[in-house]
């Protein structure tokens, strides 16, 4: 199985009053969004987990916009949940857990909880900025079975390119 971990693309500086939670991409963090996109393709019957923040669904929406404009139309299934905003590693752990239906699941969160994601399950350490992302095969058979320690890292790509 398989992991396609993203930290959502750069966010706008907040505004007095704004709640962190309501932070827009900056025009960079579309762009950076899509170019990953063009690096990163579905593959059909791939699940998505988006944290609900503003930021992280404005960079699956970018994902989405990119892939369609090229072309895919076998989309992640995707679900975005109030539990992935600024979620640590067992958080994404337990969510990553109740999964059933998806060979390679994506999953696009915040720091430090999507680099510490990276570091419970391979060991090894990536500090995560904006728009990078990390694919992580793991020694499973069903999403249920995650544990630390259960992957290893294929690819990182930096959210700027390679």
């Known amino acids: 199985m398989q992991l396609v971990l993203m930290r959502h693309g750069k966010a706008e500086n ?14 960079r ?3 950076n969004a899509a170019d ?6 579905p593959a059909t019957g791939d699940g998505m987990i988006v944290s609900d923040a503003l930021r992280t669904r404005q960079t699956a929406d970018a994902l989405f916009s990119a892939w369609s404009d090229l072309g895919e139309s076998d989309l992640p299934n ?3 949940t109030p539990q992935g905003y600024l979620a640590p590693a067992n958080q994404w752990l337990d969510l990553i857990a109740m999964e059933t239906t998806s060979k390679r699941l994506w999953i696009i969160g915040h720091n430090p909880g999507i680099s510490a994601l990276v570091t419970e399950l391979t ?3 990536i500090g995560m900025t904006t728009a990078d992302i990390v694919t992580i095969d793991l020694a499973i058979d069903q999403w249920s079975d995650i ?3 259960s992957g ?11």
């Open 123 to 125: 060991g090894d350490y």
């Open 78 to 80: 995707r679900r975005d």
């Open 14 to 27: 907040g505004q007095m009053g704004q709640r962190d939670h309501d932070r827009a991409l900056a025009r």
């Open 29 to 31: 963090g579309m762009l």
């Open 147 to 149: 544990r630390p320690g």
């Open 152 to 162: 290893s890292i294929v690819r990182h790509r930096p959210g700027r390119g390679a």
């Open 36 to 41: 990953q996109a063009r690096e990163f393709r």
